[in-house]
């Protein structure tokens, strides 16, 4: 089941692309050396090394994006892979000022973009960045805005599972060790989200 209506590379440009597509490599390597039993060899921890910082230089490397719909969509996209960097590497706490941002420039940028433009044409995108986006303000107020856009999605599609969402998600970045839990949680509250709660909540 994929619910894109348009290829994704036409949004996100090259750069982006390519960025995405290091990290996801990036992580397919570490969780089989994790599961390895075998011992890592130096060639084989160097090379996932060389992979890592592959994909923090493309996803520090800003590109000159263009102006309007495209790029607000693009900014969030980048916003959305320094949010996943940075998780991943679980250095910032959930309160640090350094999420408190990201989460507020990624609402931002995805208001910007026209979020429900973006439901219709990326809406699996969206959503990936969605569920980042309130893993970080967990405690912070944004999260009910990211929640509520989660939940127009599940709304609009009520018979997908949590399982059906999970295949969709590992095709962007979704690592189950560090965000499912949370995650789960996140598409729990989606669900229950009621009518006026969303239109209280999406303001």
């Not at 994006?65 to 998780?87: D, K, S």
């Not at 569920?131 to 709304?155: N, Y």
């Not at 949590?162 to 669900?191: C, H, M, P, S, T």
Request: aromatic share 14%; hydrophobic share 45%; glycine share 4%.
């Amino acid at each position: 089941m994929n619910f894109q209506t348009k290829p994704i590379i036409d949004v996100l440009g090259v750069p982006l692309k390519a960025a995405l597509e290091e990290m996801r490599q990036s992580e397919i390597l570490r969780l089989y050396f994790r599961s390895s039993l075998e011992r890592t060899t130096a060639a084989q921890s160097s090379y996932y090394h060389s992979k890592c910082m592959s994909a923090h230089f493309l996803v520090l490397t800003r590109e000159n994006v263009p102006e309007g719909y495209i790029g607000w969509l693009r900014e969030a996209c980048w916003l959305t892979l320094l949010i996943f960097w940075n998780a991943n590497t679980q250095l910032h706490g959930r309160k640090s000022k350094l999420y408190k941002h990201f989460a507020a420039d990624l609402k931002a940028a995805l208001v910007a973009a026209d979020w429900r433009r973006l439901l219709n044409e990326y809406p699996l995108l969206l959503i990936w960045m969605c569920f980042l986006g309130a893993f970080i303000s967990r405690h912070k107020g944004d999260q009910p805005w990211f929640v509520a856009t989660i939940s127009e999605f599940a709304r609009a599609r009520p018979t997908i599972t949590w399982d059906e969402l999970v295949v969709e998600l590992n095709r962007f970045l979704y690592i189950e060790d560090i965000y499912g839990r949370d995650f789960r949680q996140i598409w729990k509250d989606a669900k229950s989200v009621s009518a006026s709660e969303f239109d209280s909540g999406i303001q």
